[in-house]
């Protein structure tokens, strides 16, 4: 099974930072990774996904990288919206499997 | 507007059965993929299940395979979720999803697992 190991486990920023959310792959996964925001009591909902593609309606705010096998998610410009749990999520091969969460909290 | 509806949760006891529904409108369901994704109270996603278009292939992780079975039904854009020999680890809620990348989710159901 491929494991996503994601970093950090939770982090706090301020409005107006910007931050970064990494997943290291264990092994290549071609850019099939998508990235999901899941706010408290809601269902997950698509950021970004082929590692890079912004999912329509999603801010421009948001913006997904590679290199290699590290994945990262940065989100510019903070916004108090933006407090939330995020996940990666690999479907090169099955089974697809989760990074742990990230938790985005806000000062 | 797409919509994915669950139901079909509730409690029920270890080793028991239960079949989730997921009703899909607003977009052409035989068109896509399907998949299940469940959390556990205070944890992380995992994935359940996933189903083609035609419902021809079927894939699943260990945890669950041999146990659950997905199926849908493109005429009534409707997908299910059997699951048999319930665990207490199986506890979480369920979200059906849209897709590879899952771009659209249900608002979930509760199963609970417990004697």
């Known amino acids: 099974d491929i494991q996503m190991t994601q970093s950090p486990a939770s982090l706090s920023a301020s409005l107006g930072e910007t931050v970064t959310i990494e997943c290291l792959a264990s092994e290549d996964i071609y850019s099939n990774l998508a990235w999901y925001q899941q706010k408290s009591g809601k269902s997950p909902q698509l950021l970004i996904y082929?590692?890079?593609s912004l999912q329509d309606g999603v801010p421009s705010r948001f913006s997904g990288s590679e290199s290699g096998t590290q994945y990262s998610l940065e989100i510019n410009s903070l916004q108090s919206e933006d407090a939330a749990t995020y996940f990666c999520?690999?479907?090169?091969?099955?089974?697809?499997?989760f990074g742990g969460g990230t938790k985005l909290e806000l000062k | 507007e797409v919509q994915l509806v669950e139901s079909g949760g509730g409690l029920v006891q270890p080793g028991r059965s239960l079949k989730l529904s997921c009703a899909a409108s607003?977009?052409?369901?035989?068109?896509?993929?399907m998949a299940w994704v469940r959390q556990a109270p205070k944890k992380g996603l995992e994935w359940v299940a996933t189903?083609?278009?035609?419902?021809?292939?079927?894939y699943y992780p260990d945890s669950v395979k041999g146990r659950f079975t997905i199926s849908r039904d493109n005429a009534k854009s409707s997908l299910y979720l059997q699951m048999n020999s319930l665990k207490s680890e199986d506890t979480a809620t369920y979200y059906c999803a849209r897709g590879n990348w899952m771009d659209a989710w249900g608002q979930g159901a509760s199963v609970t697992v417990s004697s």
């Open positions: 189903i083609s278009t035609s419902g021809s292939r079927t």
């Open positions: 082929d590692a890079s």
């Open positions: 607003g977009f052409t369901f035989s068109n896509y993929y």
């Open positions: 999520q690999q479907h090169h091969d099955y089974p697809w499997t």
